[in-house]
């Protein structure tokens, strides 16, 4: 007897042929899971941006010399500074940044010029709208990297002497700096989070709901193999998102890739299986489709907001880098920012790929243990 006979004579099969059969049946959800992922990809990776620049600028220039309107120059040539006009007085710089028509404002004193003749250090400040903490970092950044670079072209000039340092920063893996380099990758990632564990949250709750969960109750089929039998299909369909992200990123996004495609699809096993072990679980606690959703959301909010998917984990309190820890696509996004950004290879991923593991098969022997073939 061949492997495919005795797989297809299993208790296993019938509820895997069952599963396919719904999937096809159910186009719409089909074309949710399949086309959804790459709807919010684009808006993921166009919308969510960690480099703020071009920040709506003023200038109040009470110096309107050469050096002055050079200093202007240098701004709005590091790119984080876009010029949208000029004001006369402090009164006009206030209304300007409270009403929202600009976000900071250089304001350059009439002695700033004869300061720097008189080999005095010239100031002039940045004024910036620190209601949103990352673009007034942003706009610190980018005025001390002006004042930097003019300073060191007045000590040039003056002095017909090079530098006496010249740093050369090189980053690696991403040169250009670009925020989309450092999100798409993760959107895999969340993505694959979110379909999976929603559609496996509500997968017994929507068979008991349609009745449907009795004819299962009277079947020869066991735990495992009813558990199996839901993962598997959903699994092929996580395969198929991931492969449309990825696709999508490097088509829009210009997303490298320098890894290996097939250790990325080794390993995103266990991911897969782990997310889907969750909504499993969940999927045996909650008594209905809302209550499924809700704690579906739960889970998946610290894995937005934790996983270093957009905030870094190292600028965490310890607390939340050690509920972090805790979470199946904290490991996942150093595999897919690994293989994809810097082409590392299973001897720098098996620690995030052990992790994975082990939960994916903890949380599965939880999730059968839960489940139980009774009607309450």
């Known amino acids: 007897m061949s492997l495919v006979t005795q797989f297809r004579e299993s208790r296993f099969w019938p509820m895997l042929w069952k599963e396919f059969i719904?999937?096809?049946?159910?186009?719409?959800?089909?074309?949710?899971?399949?086309?959804?992922?790459?709807?919010?990809?684009?808006?993921?990776?166009?919308?969510?941006?960690?480099?703020?620049?071009?920040?709506?600028?003023?200038?109040?220039?009470?110096?309107?010399?050469?050096?002055?309107?050079?200093?202007v120059n240098v701004m709005v040539n590091t790119g984080s500074f876009d010029l949208v006009g000029a004001v006369s007085d402090r009164a006009q710089l206030r209304d300007a940044i409270e009403s929202g028509v600009a976000s900071a404002a250089l304001v350059i004193p009439p002695d700033y010029e004869r300061n720097i003749k008189r080999g005095r250090t010239a100031e002039a400040q940045i004024i910036v709208d620190a209601a949103d903490p990352q673009s007034s970092s942003s706009a610190i950044a980018g005025a001390q990297l002006a004042a930097l670079a003019r300073g060191a072209t007045i000590i040039s000039e003056r002095s017909r002497t090079a530098p006496p340092i010249d740093m050369r920063?090189?980053?690696?893996?991403?040169?250009e700096q670009r925020s989309a380099v450092f999100i798409v990758p993760g959107v895999i990632g969340i993505l694959l989070t979110i379909t999976m564990i929603?559609?496996?949250?509500?997968?017994?709750?929507?068979?008991?709901?349609?009745g449907t969960l009795e004819q299962l109750i009277v079947t020869p089929i066991s735990k495992p193999s009813l558990m199996l039998g839901k993962l598997v299909p959903f699994v092929l369909v996580g395969y198929v998102q991931m492969t449309v992200v990825m696709g999508l990123g490097k088509l829009?996004?210009?997303?490298?890739?320098?890894?290996s495609f097939a250790l990325l699809y080794l390993l995103t096993i266990p991911f897969i299986v782990a997310s889907l072990g969750v909504g499993l679980l969940i999927s045996t606690v909650a008594?209905?489709?809302?209550?499924?959703?809700?704690?579906?959301?739960?889970?998946?909010?610290?894995?937005?907001?934790?996983?270093?998917?957009?905030?870094?984990?190292?600028?965490?309190?310890?607390?939340?880098?050690?509920?972090?820890?805790?979470?199946?696509?904290?490991?996942?996004?150093?595999?897919?920012?690994?293989i994809l950004l810097k082409g590392?290879?299973?001897a720098q991923l098996w620690r995030p790929t052990l992790a994975l593991s082990v939960f994916a098969t903890l949380i599965l022997l939880i999730s059968v243990r839960r489940f139980s073939k009774t009607i309450e």
């Open 22 to 71: 719904q999937m096809r049946r159910d186009r719409l959800t089909f074309l949710m899971m399949t086309g959804l992922p790459a709807v919010q990809l684009v808006l993921f990776g166009y919308a969510i941006q960690t480099d703020v620049r071009h920040l709506k600028t003023v200038v109040l220039d009470e110096s309107r010399t050469a050096e002055s309107r050079a200093l």
């Open 344 to 346: 590392v290879g299973i």
């Open 252 to 259: 829009i996004f210009r997303i490298p890739t320098v890894g």
């Open 287 to 338: 008594r209905n489709q809302v209550q499924a959703m809700q704690f579906s959301f739960f889970f998946m909010l610290p894995n937005i907001l934790l996983s270093g998917y957009i905030f870094p984990r190292v600028a965490m309190p310890l607390p939340a880098q050690w509920l972090g820890l805790l979470l199946p696509l904290t490991y996942y996004l150093n595999i897919l920012r690994g």
């Open 169 to 175: 920063v090189r980053p690696w893996y991403n040169p």
């Open 198 to 210: 929603l559609i496996t949250s509500t997968a017994i709750v929507r068979e008991r709901e349609r």
